[in-house]
């Protein structure tokens, strides 16, 4: 049976999207068989994974969509046959997102380095905890050095949730690749690659995977 991780934001703007994908990528390139899930009306992950199977025939992952009542038999449909599932959800936080959750072995919470995103956060953070599903912030777009990004992260580790260590910086390759259906890991090296390396060790650790 394999495991659910849930991209949840009630702000748009966030990331979910690039962090949904990055992960995907960076878990099949390490040898995992994984589902992308889009439950996101707006369709930006089944755009990006059209892109992505017209550029080069062969995604190397699967990619299903549900609306939010039926995420759960999808998802267990998904996770008989994949070791990752990984659901993209709408920028909003209320009683839709609750079937992701309650499938979902941890969900990540994107964080743009900004005031608005931090506040968005706790409504998904008290949705997660009354699930009993584990949460962790994944600071996005952050702007390492800045005073905005260290009164973020001065807040953002005042409130009751784990936040991962490594973050994704503000990077256009990011938004470069996502238009292409690629993922940072597949553009050439650079600080990208460490950040999503990072991040998925982080991420595999908190789910008990080596």
């Not at 990752?84 to 919470?109: E, G, H, M, N, Y």
Request: hydrophobic share 45%; net charge negative; charged share 20%.
């Amino acid at each position: 049976m394999g495991q659910v991780i849930t991209i949840a934001q009630q702000k748009g703007g966030a990331g979910k999207t690039t962090l949904a994908v990055n992960l995907a990528v960076g878990f099949a390139q390490a040898g995992r068989s994984v589902a992308l899930m889009d439950t996101d009306p707006q369709g930006s992950a089944g755009r990006w994974f059209m892109a992505r199977l017209e550029a080069q025939g062969e995604p190397g992952l699967e990619f299903s969509t549900a609306s939010a009542w039926g995420v759960p038999y999808e998802c267990r449909k998904l996770a008989d046959n994949h070791d990752i599932v990984i659901i993209d959800t709408p920028p909003k936080a209320d009683s839709d997102l609750r079937p992701a959750l309650r499938a979902s072995d941890l969900v990540l919470v994107p964080v743009a380095t900004s005031h608005l995103d931090l506040w968005a956060v706790e409504v998904v953070l008290n949705l997660a905890r009354n699930e009993n599903i584990p949460a962790m912030m994944v600071m996005t777009r952050a702007r390492s050095g800045t005073r905005l990004a260290v009164e973020v992260g001065e807040q953002a580790a005042q409130m009751d949730a784990e936040i991962a260590l490594a973050a994704m910086a503000n990077r256009v390759i990011y938004a470069e690749t996502l238009g292409k259906g690629r993922a940072a890991l597949e553009a050439p090296k650079g600080p990208a690659h460490d950040e999503i390396q990072a991040l998925l060790s982080e991420v595999s650790a908190r789910l008990g995977r080596p």
